[in-house]
């Protein structure tokens, strides 16, 4: 569940105001934040095996879960659950990350840990929390499988090993992009693609300084920041953060690293109270939740998350 981290204080974004001209190349808008570009183009039979690896129960040692227990692509990529629950039986101390778009951050977790897709997937095979397992015990498990045996010859050309475990779902994991959002139709050049309401709220977000963290092709996800500022935000633990991507987000609460904020308007709100010392009007804090809505983007031609 993506999650809006801090907001860098120190500067207001001065970008001027987008032009009207119709049909206006990307590089002239001169925006902070760039659109999704496609998924791109992978060894079909490798990203094939890591989405069949995805929803796998086998990926956890005792059989119980997949990737797809936490990360449900059919919806947000994430759970509408504050915390998932462990193998243990016990909840997650962290909200659960969107897996859609991740590849397109600097980092990965809350705490950017990792620097490679591959080191997370690791990390989340093994942890004792999540699915409790190893590539290597996965990889025996699969090559007990005539039809899994099979695919991973084709795909890899040997039976399978843990190290291609891994590397089909990072292949996977990759494709799993959200293009072609309101906001990045706007970009692109479509004027007609925002509201007013849409617009304005973008307007608001680079004048309050939310696009100084909150940039590029993923609205964020490539810079750590401390979160409280002025005021208590969320748990206090950890500090510091890997900011967010904001992809998707209205289609992923609750918020924050702890999950404490049930909704996107609460979680803007105080995100102004902790981040800048600041009350959001009414007015302000729609036009921001409008512009935060235009940036769902869509999956195998659906909208994320089922939203209009």
């Given at each position: 569940m993506?999650?809006?981290?801090?907001?860098?204080?120190?500067?207001?974004?001065?970008?001027?105001?987008?032009?009207?001209?119709?049909?206006?190349?990307?590089?002239?808008?001169?925006?902070?934040?760039?659109?999704?570009?496609?998924?791109?183009v992978?060894?079909?039979?490798?990203?094939?095996?890591?989405?069949r690896?995805?929803?796998?129960?086998?990926?956890?040692?005792?059989?119980?879960?997949?990737?797809?227990?936490?990360?449900?692509?059919?919806?947000?990529?994430?759970?509408?659950?504050?915390?998932?629950?462990?193998?243990?039986?016990?909840?997650?101390?962290?909200?659960?990350?969107?897996?859609?778009?991740?590849?397109?951050?600097?980092?990965?977790?809350?705490?950017?840990?990792?620097?490679?897709?591959?080191?997370?997937?690791n990390?989340?095979l093994?942890?004792?929390?999540?699915?409790?397992?190893?590539?290597?015990?996965?990889?025996?498990?699969?090559?007990?499988?005539?039809?899994?045996?099979?695919?991973?010859?084709?795909?890899?050309?040997?039976r399978?090993?843990?190290?291609d475990?891994?590397?089909?779902?990072?292949?996977?994991e990759?494709?799993?992009?959200?293009?072609?959002?309101?906001?990045?139709?706007?970009?692109e050049?479509?004027?007609?693609?925002?509201?007013?309401?849409?617009?304005n709220?973008?307007?608001?977000?680079?004048?309050?300084?939310?696009?100084?963290?909150?940039?590029g092709?993923?609205?964020?996800?490539?810079?750590?920041?401390?979160?409280?500022?002025?005021?208590?935000?969320?748990?206090?633990?950890?500090?510091?953060?890997?900011?967010?991507?904001?992809?998707?987000?209205?289609?992923?609460?609750?918020?924050?690293?702890?999950?404490?904020?049930?909704?996107?308007?609460?979680?803007?709100?105080?995100?102004?109270?902790?981040?800048?010392?600041?009350?959001?009007?009414?007015?302000?804090?729609?036009?921001?939740?409008?512009?935060?809505?235009?940036?769902?983007?869509?999956?195998?031609?659906?909208?994320?998350?089922?939203?209009p």
């Amino acid at each position: 569940m993506v999650a809006i981290c801090a907001v860098l204080l120190c500067c207001a974004d001065v970008t001027p105001a987008p032009s009207k001209s119709p049909s206006l190349p990307l590089l002239d808008r001169g925006e902070p934040i760039t659109p999704i570009p496609p998924a791109p183009v992978l060894d079909p039979l490798k990203v094939e095996l890591g989405e069949r690896l995805f929803s796998d129960r086998r990926l956890s040692h005792d059989n119980s879960r997949s990737c797809q227990y936490c990360h449900d692509i059919t919806t947000n990529g994430a759970s509408q659950k504050q915390h998932d629950v462990g193998v243990d039986g016990k909840e997650l101390p962290l909200n659960t990350l969107t897996v859609f778009n991740s590849t397109l951050s600097f980092r990965f977790s809350w705490e950017g840990k990792f620097r490679t897709v591959q080191a997370d997937i690791n990390s989340s095979l093994e942890s004792p929390y999540t699915l409790a397992s190893s590539a290597a015990e996965i990889a025996a498990k699969l090559d007990a499988d005539p039809d899994m045996r099979n695919r991973f010859f084709a795909a890899y050309g040997r039976r399978p090993e843990g190290g291609d475990v891994v590397d089909a779902l990072a292949s996977f994991e990759r494709t799993l992009l959200t293009p072609g959002s309101k906001f990045d139709r706007w970009l692109e050049g479509d004027d007609a693609a925002l509201s007013a309401d849409e617009l304005n709220g973008y307007r608001l977000f680079k004048s309050l300084g939310c696009s100084a963290c909150h940039q590029g092709v993923n609205v964020g996800g490539n810079l750590y920041e401390r979160h409280g500022i002025f005021h208590p935000l969320a748990s206090p633990e950890p500090r510091i953060l890997r900011v967010p991507s904001l992809r998707n987000v209205a289609t992923t609460p609750p918020y924050f690293h702890d999950g404490s904020a049930p909704t996107l308007e609460d979680a803007v709100r105080k995100m102004a109270v902790a981040q800048l010392n600041a009350t959001l009007t009414d007015q302000q804090a729609k036009a921001l939740v409008a512009f935060l809505n235009s940036l769902t983007g869509t999956f195998r031609g659906a909208p994320v998350g089922g939203s209009p």
